[in-house]
Structure formats: C-alpha cells, structure tokens
C-alpha cells in the first residue's frame, strides 16, 4: 500500500493550494483519510479527516479556509487550501485507515510529506 501526495508549493499570503493524495496497491476500501501538518519543532496535528461515509473534521485554525473531499474514486483525497496563511507552513501528510485485500485493517499509515509554504 502507498499513499502519494502532490501539490505542495510556495504561495503568497492569500493565495491557494490543493493538496492530493492517492492510496494505492492492495487496498480493498477506505475508512477514513485526512492530513496532518507539521511545523519546523512543532509536532504533528491534524488538519482535516473525511470519513467513509463523508463526515468530516477540521482543525478551528482551518476552518472556512480548507475544504477536504473525495475522489469519485474514493481512495483519493483532496485538500483545498484558500486564504493561506504564513502560519500554514508545514509538512503536510496524507494518513489513511484503510483495509486491505486481505481483509487486515491497518490504522494511521503515513504517506510522504509535501511541503507547503506561505511567503511573500
């Protein structure tokens, strides 16, 4: 199983993002998927999670600026990032809980981080 993110970049203040993040390999079906960030000496949290079913969870600091999705494909995810701001630079990581073709549910698999960066 790989999770593979794309998107990250550099950006103005204001200016917007969309991170996405695709698992692949032998995954059966998607519980839930989301991302988290992490600053330079701060530890990880989490940004936004979307459920199988489509509930999601925000971080209060993104709320009304990010939007999380699905695929059509449903094991991909999205991350819309408006009104960035320099506080949002991190290491963005695409995490998963998923079951696999096995029939084994595996939690919190990490895929690579994507760095995002709000200057000007």
């Known amino acids: 199983v790989q999770l593979q993110a794309f998107g990250g970049g550099l950006v103005q203040p204001g200016q917007s993002l969309r991170l996405s993040c695709t698992a692949s390999g032998s995954v059966f079906s998607i519980i839930a998927m989301g991302w988290y960030r992490q600053a330079p000496g701060k530890q990880r949290d989490l940004v936004a999670r979307i459920s199988s079913g489509g509930s999601t969870n925000y971080a209060d600091s993104v709320k009304g600026r990010f939007t999380i999705s699905r695929g059509n494909a449903k094991n991909t995810v999205y991350l819309q990032m408006n009104s960035l701001k320099p506080e949002d630079t991190a290491v963005y990581y695409c995490?998963?809980?998923?079951?696999?073709?096995?029939?084994?549910?595996?939690?919190?698999?990490w895929g690579q981080g994507t760095l995002v960066t709000v200057s000007s």
């Open positions: 995490n998963a809980d998923l079951e696999k073709l096995n029939g084994v549910k595996v939690y919190d698999y």
